[in-house]
C-alpha cells in the first residue's frame, strides 16, 4: 500500500507507516527532510507471531496433561488435537481456530467416565447397579443369601471381582461356598 505526500524542498516530513492488522512495520514513522528530488521509501512489514497455549485441566482445574505451546503467526489457521487422558473425556476432542493478534490461551476440560457396575447374583439376577467414576470404588451390596436346595447348603464367600478402582464396565457375581447335606 503507497503513501504519497507532497513536500516543498526542504521541508520537514513525518509520515506514519500504515497500520496493517497483524502485521509490524520496519519503520512506524518515516521522517526526514525533503531534497531536491522525489524520495521513495520502503517499509517493509512482518507479520507478528502470538503465542497458542492449550491447557488440559480436571473440572477442578489441576493438570491433566502437559499444556501445548506454539507460536504461530498472525491469520495461521490451527487444528491441535486434545491430549488423551486415561478414565476421562472432553466436549472439546480438538481446538481449531484462526490466530488472533494477541496471545489465546484456551482450556480443556476433562470429566471423569462414568463406568456401569453389576452386582450380579449366582441365577443372573441383578442384586445391584451402581455408576462409578473412573478410578473410584464400588460399594458392596448386603451380602446375598442362597436358598438350600436338596443335596447342599450354601454360604456367601465373597465377589468374584475386586471393585476398589474401576476403570470399565464389570459385572462382578457373588460366590457361595457349598457344603454337602448329606
Same mark, same amino acid.
Do not use: C
Given at each position: ?12 516530513? %513525518?509520515?506514519?507507516? #500504515? ?22 521509501? *520502503? +517499509?517493509?512489514?512482518?507479520?507478528? /507471531? =502470538? ?8 473440572? *477442578? ?27 476421562? /473425556? %472432553? ?9 488472533? *493478534?494477541?496471545?489465546? %490461551? ?5 470429566? #471423569? =467416565? +462414568? ?5 450380579? *447374583? ?18 458392596? #451390596?448386603?451380602? #446375598? ?5 436338596? =443335596? ?20 462382578? /457375581? ?9
Amino acid at each position: 500500500k503507497a503513501v504519497t505526500k507532497e513536500v516543498g524542498y526542504g521541508a520537514e516530513y %513525518t509520515i506514519a507507516s #500504515p497500520v496493517i492488522e497483524g502485521n509490524t512495520p520496519s519503520v512506524a514513522v518515516v521522517e526526514g527532510t525533503m531534497g531536491d528530488g522525489d524520495v521513495e521509501i *520502503d +517499509v517493509i512489514y512482518a507479520v507478528n /507471531t =502470538n503465542t497458542l497455549t492449550i491447557n488440559y485441566v480436571f473440572a *477442578d482445574g489441576t493438570t491433566a496433561a502437559d499444556s501445548y505451546v506454539a507460536d504461530l503467526a498472525f491469520g495461521y489457521a490451527y487444528n491441535v488435537k486434545s491430549a488423551e487422558v486415561e478414565g476421562h /473425556t %472432553t466436549e472439546q476432542p480438538y481446538v481449531s481456530g484462526v490466530m488472533a *493478534d494477541a496471545d489465546v %490461551t484456551v482450556n480443556v476440560v476433562y470429566v #471423569p =467416565n +462414568v463406568y456401569t457396575v453389576i452386582f450380579r *447374583d449366582y441365577d443372573g439376577s441383578d442384586i445391584d447397579v451402581q455408576y462409578v467414576e473412573h478410578g473410584k470404588a464400588a460399594t458392596a #451390596p448386603a451380602d #446375598p443369601e442362597r436358598a438350600d436346595d436338596e =443335596n447342599y447348603s450354601y454360604t456367601f464367600k465373597g465377589w468374584s471381582a475386586d471393585f476398589s478402582e474401576i476403570t470399565e464396565d464389570v459385572v462382578i /457375581t457373588a460366590e457361595y461356598i457349598s457344603t454337602n447335606l448329606s
